[in-house]
T-cell receptor
Framework: DAKTTQPTSMDCAEGRAANLPCNHSTISGNEYVYWYRQIHSQGPQYIIHGLKNNETNEMASLIITEDRKSSTLILPHATLRDTAVYYCIVRPSPYNQGGKLIFGQGTELSVKP | GAVVSQHPSRVICKSGTSVKIECRSLDFQATTMFWYRQFPKKSLMLMATSNEGSKATYEQGVEKDKFLINHASLTLSTLTVTSAHPEDSSFYIC??????????????FGPGTRLTVL
């Protein structure tokens, strides 16, 4: 599985957009980019995923560069409840039977009032 | 959305005892279940993958005789930490995967179990 690189920590002001970058320069053609977050002492929560097109849902937007070597998760209006560790994961196609979610170190996002 | 539960949410035990953690998919049948452990300030580490009715596949460095996994049904997997020691104290998280009608594998995580071994 391709590895990812994320900043260790980031701060964001409440109400502003939080832009979390992820580098996955060794991603292969059939691998997807997934984002999860983990609020302290809870299980991971799915946020969004994509292959090559930008994606948006009720939680966030995912921007994937044309070469697919990096992506950015955007929380459009961060709230204090968005304070969490955000994990960017590259995994094999979810349409295959195999594939495991391997977590890197993630980015600890602190949303401040 | 699909719900995965874990029981207990928190357990404290004496060194040398065994502890069983249950993971249930409440409203769906899971084709595969995964077990992770997480130390403080660290990321989740995959321990093993289990499929219903077959032996679990353990990640490198994880002792299968230490961490017994039973996946007896499509909605229940158990992790037993045998002869627990203080270094086994950790946050254990299970995850269940379901195969949707369009062949998409969706994965959900449980809330985790905090194990403290005295």
């Amino acid at each position: 599985d391709a590895k990812t690189t994320q900043p260790t920590s980031m701060d964001c002001a409440e109400g502003r957009a939080a832009n979390l970058p992820c580098n996955h320069s060794t991603i292969s053609g059939n691998e997807y980019v997934y984002w999860y977050r983990q609020i302290h002492s809870q299980g991971p929560q799915y946020i969004i995923h994509g292959l090559k097109n930008n994606e948006t849902n009720e939680m966030a937007s995912l921007i994937i560069t044309e070469d697919r070597k990096s992506s950015t998760l955007i929380l459009p209006h961060a709230t204090l409840r968005d304070t969490a560790v955000y994990y960017c994961i590259v995994r094999p196609s979810p349409y295959n039977q195999g594939g495991k979610l391997i977590f890197g170190q993630g980015t600890e996002l602190s949303v401040k009032p | 959305g699909a719900v995965v539960s874990q029981h207990p949410s928190r357990v404290i035990c004496k060194s040398g005892t065994s502890v069983k953690i249950e993971c249930r998919s409440l409203d769906f049948q899971a084709t595969t279940m995964f077990w992770y452990r997480q130390f403080p300030k660290k990321s989740l580490m995959l321990m093993a993958t289990s499929n219903e009715g077959s032996k679990a596949t353990y990640e490198q460095g994880v002792e299968k005789d230490k961490f017994l996994i039973n996946h007896a049904s499509l909605t229940l997997s158990t992790l037993t930490v045998t002869s627990a020691h203080p270094e086994d104290s950790s946050f254990y998280i299970c995850s269940a995967r379901v195969l949707k009608e369009d062949s998409y594998n969706e994965q959900f995580f449980g809330p985790g179990t905090r194990l403290t071994v005295l």
